[in-house]
């Protein structure tokens, strides 16, 4: 029994065990259809496989990968079912992880097109442009990748730190320290410049000059 995906509500789709198979699609000249003896299932299974909150969403997203799926200007049912499948496994969790998983997918599928336009090119001219084409694919892919794994860690990027050794009278701190560096520009001619100096000793020079000084004109 195929059931056909409609847009009457805009009601949130259910999220099911990831585990569960994916119904298929199939691709009528007018509509998408969802093949599940149960209209509902087929498309909380489906809504939770690429990530969709609702079936508004639902239909955009199905639209939009069929129509990445086209070969020879006729979309695939089986490319369309394997993209569906990659955007599942990558488990989006939220409408931009949707989106973006969308996006990745689709690059993917354009960036071995020209993997294989290429193979098949015997022309240097046509070699060349196809390369840079695929380089620019395979790029924008990664960047993709790097994009996804910082909207999961919330833009954070971790720092492990493997070993730390404390010396006697001093203390560590455990948590998330923000270290802001200093700097310290030299002046043509002064002991800094010339090397005689280092940058740090002259800052407490400065700053004991600075404040006997200060006490002096007190």
């Given at each position: 029994?195929?059931?056909?995906?409609?847009?009457d509500s805009t009601t949130p789709v259910s999220r099911y065990d990831g585990s569960r198979p994916s119904p298929r699609i199939k691709l009528n000249r007018r509509e998408i259809v969802i093949q599940h003896s149960d209209a509902q299932i087929g498309e909380r299974l489906m809504g939770e496989a690429l990530g969709a909150v609702?079936?508004?969403?639902?239909h955009g997203f199905l639209k939009q990968l069929m129509k990445a799926s086209v070969i020879l200007q006729k979309p695939d049912e089986d490319n369309l079912a394997f993209m569906i499948s990659m955007v599942k496994g990558i488990?989006?969790?939220?409408?931009?992880?949707?989106?973006?998983?969308?996006?990745?997918?689709?690059?993917?599928?354009?960036?071995?097109?020209s993997a294989s336009r290429l193979a098949f090119t015997?022309?240097?001219?046509?070699?060349?442009?196809i390369s840079r084409t695929l380089?620019?694919?395979?790029r924008t892919f990664a960047a993709q990748m790097e994009a996804l794994n910082r909207h999961r860690g919330n833009g954070e990027r971790p720092i492990t730190v493997q070993n730390l050794s404390v010396q006697e009278g001093g203390s560590a701190i455990v948590g998330n320290v923000a270290q802001h560096a200093h700097l310290t520009v030299a002046e043509p001619g002064t002991a800094i410049d010339a090397g005689l100096v280092?940058?740090?000793e002259a800052g407490k020079r400065e700053h004991g000059q600075a404040a006997a000084m200060q006490g002096a004109t007190t």
């Open positions: 029994m195929t059931t056909a995906l409609t847009r609702d079936r508004d969403a639902l488990a989006p969790r939220d409408s931009l992880e949707a989106m973006l998983t969308a996006q990745m997918v689709s690059i993917h599928v354009a960036t071995m097109r015997e022309g240097l001219s046509q070699q060349e442009g380089t620019r694919l395979a280092a940058p740090r």
